[in-house]
């Protein structure tokens, strides 16, 4: 009696009705509609578009793509840059003066946004080099920045700057610079970052400022081995940010040498670039 009991109990309760598995049925469509898929019609229509402005703006709109916490960012590119031949220069560090004074009203080549690097070990012309900052078409140091203090500065010609009241001092930026070294410096008087800015920012200096002005270094350097220019200068086939200043040859590209075991110029050895 027990077991035609349970058997007639369950025929009044089915475990599901109709209706609750058509819902089943439907949820289960649902999900395997909403997998996601590579590329959504909404996805390639925005990237057609800004490809599409890129192509028409040219060389002075949107240039370089990056990706940005897995978002496609477009930096519009700098109006300027420095190119420098370090073949020509002295060592003399006036450029470091002028940028410190400038920018902060003192002489201290520690406060300096463009760097001279002596190499002891070197002889003449191959003992000093120049460290700019290249104004990247795709900038990491902006890219990088939690609080947007290193920026593009669209007022000045999109021209790569450091809001030093922005600052928190995590030098993420200086990190994330692909250059060696990096072309952005801790000022560890003000304690921010810092980064030149081709003098758009010059409190202490009576000319006019940005890529349309007059750049501090430039202008005061003996062997004019600093060179403002407006096109973006290449990086393949070596940088043309260091460059022969007389042809605008890049030097690492041209300067071979005989080599020996030192790495000094002028003894026999293997053949190698600067």
Known sequence: MSKQYEDSELQKDPPCSTSENNEENLTSEASENQKPEGVTRRKFVALAGTLLAATTLGTSGIMAFARNNNIDVAFPVSG???IVDSMRCCGCQNCMMACAMTHYGVTNPGLARIQIVGDSFQHFPYDMTIFQCHQCAEPK??????TGACHIDEENDNVRV????????CMQCISACPNSPSRLQWNNEDKH?????LCTNTPFWEHEVGPDGVRACESVCPERAIK?????PKETGGSQYDVDLRTG???PSMMTYAVGATGNPGSEGSSAKK
């Open 80 to 82: 300027g840059y420095l």
């Open 249 to 251: 040859t890049s030097w």
């Open 193 to 197: 970052s810092q980064k030149c800015d």
């Open 141 to 146: 140091c902006v890219s990088v920045c939690p």
């Open 162 to 169: 450091v809001d030093p009241d922005k600052c928190i001092g």
């Open 228 to 232: 403002f220019v407006k096109e973006l």
